[in-house]
């Protein structure tokens, strides 16, 4: 038995390092940090560039922010969950939020290298680098206009929380929805092929390999 398992095994092994090399390469370019980091060291031009990365990455920041203030407004306390589930909380929360003021779509029109064109494509990519700067120096600046108006005991707290929920968001909440999204979509694809498969016969392609390319 532990023969078959130790062979089990080992047949598996290629495989996890084949599935953890490609997902480390899908983060390496979907992760609003590291994206940041692997743009910054490449040499080439991309259309996803290094400001526009880190403008994602804010809007990201500021909608955790957001967030833990609102939860902390309409919300007596946190222990009733305990201090690292609501910090967990805050950042699905964020991620959910990150989904309905748009980031994927700011995101998409970035990532299209519109900024240099005309008309539609031109104002769609301003206005998203608009909207993008807006809400992360928006949240920075009332950021810091709570730390300064309110007591420390009070603002530390929130701050503390603030942050942690962005860890849990960038280690955890994102990590975890880019491995699902790359899951779909490779289940997806192979969902196609095989309902192409349907409709395609191997003969028709013996029938075109077959066939002389002179008569």
């Known amino acids: 038995v532990i023969t ?58 500021g909608c955790t922010w957001i967030s833990v203030y609102s939860k902390a407004r309409n919300s007596a306390s946190s222990e009733e969950y305990g201090y690292y589930v609501d910090s967990m909380i805050c950042a699905v929360g964020a991620g959910i939020l990150n989904f309905g003021i748009g980031k994927s779509m ?30 992360s120096f928006g949240s920075l600046a009332h950021l810091v206009n709570f730390c300064i108006t309110r007591p420390t005991e009070i603002s530390s707290k929130l701050v503390e929380k603030w942050a942690h929920s962005v860890l849990m968001h960038i280690l955890v909440v994102e990590p975890l929805n880019i491995a699902l999204s790359a899951t779909l979509a490779g289940c997806g694809r192979r969902i196609w092929k095989s309902i192409l498969g349907l409709f395609t016969t191997p003969s028709e392609g013996q029938e075109d390999l077959e066939r002389p390319l002179l008569k």
């Open 4 to 61: 078959n398992y130790s062979s089990l095994f080992a047949a598996a092994m290629p495989l996890l390092q084949h599935a953890l090399t490609r997902y480390w390469s899908i983060l390496q370019q979907q992760h609003s940090v590291l994206g940041v980091f692997t743009s910054a060291r490449s040499e080439e031009e991309e259309a996803f560039n290094f400001s526009e990365r880190a403008l994602c990455l804010g809007m990201s920041v």
């Open 106 to 135: 700011v995101r998409y029109i970035l990532k299209k290298d519109w900024d240099q064109s005309k008309g539609f494509k031109g104002q769609s990519s301003l206005i998203a680098s608009a909207w993008a700067s807006i809400l």
